[in-house]
C-alpha cells in the first residue's frame, strides 16, 4: 500500500480520501493478479414483467427514454451515447434476470469463451453485437458484450449554474427548475444479495477484472473477512465509477437495487417531486453516501423494484487501494434521513423467513454468526 510521511506520521491513501481504514496484513487485496479480463462498464440490466405498458409508464416518469419496444420487449436508455440501459422482457412473474457488462475490445469477448468453455455468440440488442453468457457463483445469468452500434447522444437537462458565497455566476436571474422528470443519463451500478459472497467477490474479479473501492465487515468479526464491497472497472489510470458492482452478504440471493445518474441535486428533488406527485413510494432519500458520497434518492417502482436517482459520484483511478469500514446502518449516509426499514429490507416478510431457513440449512456462507452481525449492523 502507498504511503508517505509528513512531520514523521504515515499517510495513506485511506486517510481524506475514502475510508479511515486500510487493508490489515493477509487481507484480500481486493484484486485479482491476472484476471481473464477487463470489462469497460456496466453495459444494461435485464428483468422480466408482466405489463410492459405499467413499466414503460413508469421508466418514462422516473427518467428514462425509451430506445426500441416490441410487442415481448422494451429497451431503455439514458440521454448519454451508448448502449441502452435497461431491457424488460414481458414475463409471466416480475424477476431480475441479471446484469451485463460491456467490453472495450471484441477480442475480449474470445479470450473469455476460450477460458470459460462458452460461445460467442450474436447479442439481442438495438444496433446489434456479441454476447458471451455465463453465470456467477450466485446463480445470475451474466452477459459480456461487445455493442457493434453506440445509441446517438440525447439533449442533456443542464445543470443548475449556482451562487457561491462572492463568487456570483447568476446574477439578474431567478432559479425555477422545471417540475419534470430527473432525466437519466446513464446507467451507474447494481446491487446484489448472495450467500456465497467470497466465492462471487473473486469470480468477478478472476473471470471480469473488476476491483474493489471499499470493504465492509461486521463488528467483530473483521478476522471471518469483509461481507460487502464496492466493486468498480479497471480503467488503468482512467478514473472510473467508485463502484459498478456492489455485492453484500445475505440470507437471500437477489437483486437490492441499481442507480441512474442524472445532473445534478436538483435534478434528483424537482425528479423526486414529480414522482411523489404521481403516487410512487419513496424508499430512503434525499441524502448522500459515505462509501461512493453520491447523492441518492431511493424509489420503488410498481412491481416493488428500488431504483435510485444520484449524482455526484466519487471517481477512482486503479491506484487508488481498498478502504476497510464497518457495516452499519449509520455508516450508509453522511447526512440525510435515517435509512428507513423498507430501504433496508428490514420489514420482515414470508419470503425473507423462507430465505433465512434455507441459507442456514445450505452450503453457503450464512451461519448463526453471520445472520446476527447482519442484524446487528442494520440496527446499529
Same mark, same amino acid.
Given at each position: 500500500?502507498?504511503?508517505?510521511?509528513?512531520?514523521?506520521?504515515?499517510?495513506?491513501?485511506?486517510?481524506?480520501?475514502? %475510508?479511515?481504514?486500510?487493508?490489515?496484513?493477509?487481507?484480500?487485496?481486493?484484486? %485479482?493478479?491476472?484476471?481473464?479480463?477487463?470489462?469497460?462498464?456496466?453495459?444494461?440490466?435485464?428483468?422480466?414483467?408482466?405489463?410492459?405498458?405499467?413499466?414503460?409508464?413508469?421508466?418514462?416518469?422516473?427518467?428514462?427514454?425509451?430506445? @426500441?419496444?416490441?410487442?415481448?420487449?422494451?429497451?431503455?436508455?439514458g440521454t448519454f451515447a451508448g448502449s441502452p440501459c435497461m431491457v424488460i422482457r414481458r414475463g409471466r412473474t416480475s424477476r431480475f434476470i441479471g446484469p451485463a457488462f460491456r467490453v472495450a475490445e471484441r477480442g475480449d469477448l474470445d479470450r473469455l469463451?476460450?477460458?470459460? @468453455?462458452?460461445?460467442?455468440? $450474436?447479442?439481442?440488442?438495438? @444496433?446489434?453485437?456479441?454476447?458471451?453468457?455465463?453465470? $456467477?457463483?450466485?446463480?445470475?445469468?451474466?452477459?459480456?458484450?461487445?455493442?457493434?452500434?453506440?445509441?446517438?447522444?440525447?439533449p442533456e437537462q443542464q445543470p443548475l449554474l449556482l451562487n457561491f458565497g462572492t463568487d456570483h455566476?447568476?446574477?439578474?436571474?431567478?432559479?425555477?427548475?422545471?417540475?419534470?422528470?430527473?432525466?437519466?443519463?446513464?446507467? @451507474?451500478?447494481?446491487?446484489?444479495?448472495?450467500?456465497v459472497f467470497a466465492r462471487a467477490l473473486d469470480w468477478y474479479l478472476d473471470t471480469l477484472g473488476m476491483i474493489v473501492s471499499d470493504f465492509l465487515f461486521l463488528d467483530g468479526q473483521r478476522g471471518r473477512g469483509p461481507t460487502m464491497a464496492f466493486i468498480r472497472c479497471d480503467l488503468g489510470?482512467?478514473?472510473?465509477?467508485?463502484?459498478?458492482?456492489?455485492?453484500?452478504?445475505?440470507?437471500?440471493?437477489?437483486?437490492?437495487?441499481?442507480?441512474?445518474?442524472?445532473?445534478?441535486?436538483?435534478s434528483i428533488a424537482a425528479g423526486g417531486e414529480y414522482l411523489k406527485e404521481r403516487g410512487y413510494?419513496? %424508499?430512503?432519500?434525499?441524502?448522500?453516501?459515505?462509501?461512493?458520497?453520491?447523492?441518492?434518492?431511493?424509489w420503488r417502482d410498481p412491481d416493488r423494484f428500488m431504483l435510485e436517482h444520484f449524482a455526484d459520484g466519487d471517481l477512482f483511478s486503479c491506484d487508488v487501494e481498498p478502504g476497510w469500514a464497518p457495516m452499519s446502518t449509520s455508516g450508509l449516509a453522511q447526512w440525510g434521513p435515517p435509512a428507513t426499514r423498507d430501504f433496508l429490507g428490514a420489514s420482515p %416478510?414470508?419470503?425473507?423467513?423462507?430465505?433465512?431457513?434455507?441459507?442456514?440449512?445450505? $452450503?453457503?456462507?450464512?451461519d448463526p454468526a453471520r445472520l446476527f452481525g447482519l442484524l446487528k449492523a442494520a440496527n446499529s
Open positions: 500500500m502507498s504511503e508517505t510521511r509528513v512531520n514523521g506520521d504515515v499517510i495513506t491513501a485511506h486517510q481524506d480520501l475514502h %475510508s479511515e481504514q486500510g487493508a490489515l496484513r493477509g487481507e484480500h487485496p481486493g484484486r %485479482s493478479r491476472n484476471p481473464v479480463i477487463k470489462v469497460a462498464d456496466l453495459a444494461w440490466l435485464e428483468f422480466e414483467k408482466p405489463d410492459l405498458d405499467r413499466a414503460e409508464v413508469f421508466a418514462r416518469d422516473f427518467g428514462f427514454g425509451v430506445a @426500441g419496444r416490441t410487442e415481448r420487449e422494451l429497451w431503455l436508455r469463451a476460450r477460458a470459460t @468453455g462458452r460461445d460467442v455468440r $450474436d447479442a439481442d440488442v438495438p @444496433g446489434g453485437g456479441k454476447v458471451v453468457d455465463l453465470l $456467477d457463483p450466485s446463480g445470475f445469468p451474466v452477459r459480456v458484450v461487445h455493442c457493434s452500434e453506440r445509441l446517438p447522444a440525447l455566476r447568476r446574477t439578474n436571474t431567478t432559479q425555477r427548475p422545471p417540475r419534470e422528470p430527473s432525466r437519466i443519463q446513464r446507467l @451507474g451500478h447494481v446491487v446484489l444479495e448472495t450467500r489510470s482512467v478514473p472510473a465509477d467508485h463502484h459498478t458492482l456492489a455485492m453484500h452478504l445475505g440470507p437471500g440471493t437477489g437483486y437490492v437495487h441499481s442507480a441512474y445518474q442524472v445532473s445534478d441535486l436538483d413510494k419513496r %424508499s430512503w432519500g434525499i441524502g448522500r453516501h459515505i462509501q461512493g458520497s453520491q447523492l441518492f434518492d431511493y %416478510s414470508p419470503q425473507r423467513v423462507r430465505d433465512v431457513i434455507e441459507a442456514l440449512r445450505g $452450503d453457503n456462507e450464512m
